[in-house]
């Protein structure tokens, strides 16, 4: 994630500008903390007007196999299309869901046994800067 976090003033055509996060992680009641993109060097943003915590959303399914794989990929988007329809964006967190014994934690602790698919934050941000996108022909050959 450090290297995906692009220094100020960089070239590169790729990655997260550091005008594109907080310099400071904004705390969270319960805690559940952003990507820290500045972790390790002082760039970023200083926040403010710009950006916003966010809600934390978690889909969840009774079972664990293809069937609910696909139900949970058509919640997730209905969830997305009603999101973008009202200017809500998502950012996905679900690196803790890639490790078994986190997930099977989750399951117990957080899901009252149902399974963890889909963790993300759903919130709006104001401003109105676009993403960076390679060109199509550097993804595809």
Sequence with gaps: ????????????????????????????????????????????????????IGVPALLTTTGDGREEWISCGQALQHVLLLAAAHGVSAAFHTQALELDLLREFLRRELCSGEHPQMIMRLGVTFDGTSAVRRPLADLVR
């Design 1 to 52: 994630m450090i290297r995906w976090a692009r220094p100020p003033g960089s070239s590169r055509k790729d990655g997260v500008p550091a005008d594109g996060y907080p310099r400071r992680a904004a705390p969270t009641d319960p805690g559940f903390p952003q990507r820290d993109y500045s972790w390790r060097h002082d760039w970023g943003g200083d926040g403010g007007a710009g950006t916003s």
